[in-house]
């Protein structure tokens, strides 16, 4: 399992857990420390994962980090827990007062379900007010598992981090800005673009003329460059299955001197139809055909004891369905066209065979 499979896998886990853990004991164990081991570190070896690592405190003796994560025999990663429930924001201070007592560049302030990675951007040895990289666990993004990605033991390297981290501190700040004005654009944003377009003094009713067409205008450039992706997305994929007819198209009419099997354009075509029907529900790649001598066989997963349908196309049109005691009940068809009618059984014909594979 590579590691964003781990990552979401603990995601969906966590979510499941939530209820049971009522304390931040139960936070640290059921949630932080298998993210710790995800990202590559043995929690049980404090060479590696120091629990309760001690930063004194000036004439404050015994203070201690919920986590250190070591090397080299020195610190590199702070990691402070909090329960689950609890809001982050009043606890950076603590992280704060931990940060500039030892060597470790790095600290973590973390719910378990919110993880925010803190450095000394602004002043050295001095942690900054606000974390350079944020996510939620439950809902973290394949940009932000790139970022995160570079933490892993495997990977981690402090000045390829810190190199980045400026850029990353100011790319989120701008995006949670531009969210904020997109949503409720503020005096300056609105006076700034209706300076781009309107040539006459801005006064303060043209402003609130300008404030929703500004607002309008931000939706709109965000709804059409989703809706370009979706296009872009379904493009891709008929694109895809373009290709694939066309190579199953280059030996639909080739026969097997021994069989006497010809695999023809119709019977293709219906394999096509079946598998569209069948795509809101399961994965295409798992549909297949075997052809024989009188039918055409469609199957799941290129196994003839799970055999979806099959098509009689060499004089009268048929669909057959085989019950479960593997006799035929057949659908008589005026055309090809007439499979999508029979959508319905089709679908409860793969729900039966999911449910045969389950027992």
């Known amino acids: 399992m590579d590691f964003k499979d781990q990552i979401a896998q603990l995601g969906s886990r966590v979510e499941k857990m939530l209820p049971q853990i009522q304390t931040e004991e139960a936070t640290k164990n059921a ?28 004439i404050k003796k015994g203070e ?49 379900l919110v993880y925010r990675f803190y450095t000394d951007l602004m002043e050295k040895n001095k942690m900054d007010n ?17 970022e995160l990605k570079k933490f892993h033991k495997s990977y981690f390297d402090v000045e390829n981090i810190t190199n980045t981290a400026s850029e990353l501190k100011y790319l989120n700040e701008l995006k949670a800005l531009l969210h904020k004005e997109i949503a409720d654009p503020s005096e300056g944003f609105i006076t700034f673009f209706t300076k781009q ?3 006459k003094v801005i006064t303060a009713k043209v402003k609130e003329q300008f404030a929703p067409i500004i607002k309008r205008s931000f939706n709109q450039l965000i709804s059409d460059a989703i809706n370009e992706r979706l296009k872009s997305a379904l493009n891709q994929e008929k694109e895809k299955d373009a290709a694939e007819a066309t ?21 293709i075509e219906g394999f096509f139809i079946v598998k569209s029907i069948l795509r809101e529900t399961t ?9 024989a001598l009188s039918y055409f066989a469609i199957l799941l997963d290129d196994n003839n004891r799970k055999t979806i349908c099959r098509l009689y196309l060499n004089t009268k049109k048929y669909l057959a369905i085989l019950d479960e005691n593997k006799k035929e009940i057949k659908y008589e068809l ?11 059984i089709l679908k409860e014909v793969i729900s039966r065979l999911e449910v045969t594979k389950v027992k």
């Open 31 to 58: 949630l932080v420390m298998p993210f710790i081991q995800i990202m590559g570190y043995d929690v049980f070896n404090p060479f590696e994962v120091n629990p309760e690592f001690i930063a004194d405190l000036g």
């Open 64 to 112: 201690k980090v919920d986590y250190a994560i070591m090397k080299d025999g020195e610190p590199t990663i702070l990691i402070e827990c909090k329960h689950h429930l609890e809001n982050l924001d009043p606890h950076n201070s603590q992280l704060f007062r931990y940060f500039h007592t030892t060597k470790a560049k790095f600290g973590l302030l973390t719910n378990g």
């Open 130 to 146: 606000t974390p350079f990289f944020e996510f939620k666990l439950t809902e973290i993004k394949d940009a932000e598992l790139l």
């Open 197 to 199: 377009v309107f040539p």
């Open 247 to 267: 190579k199953i198209a280059e030996t639909v009419v080739t026969s097997d001197q021994e069989s006497g099997i010809i695999t023809t354009e119709e019977e």
């Open 283 to 291: 994965d295409s790649k798992r549909i297949t055909y075997r052809d």
């Open 334 to 344: 005026d055309s090809l066209d007439d499979l999508y009618k029979h959508a319905a």
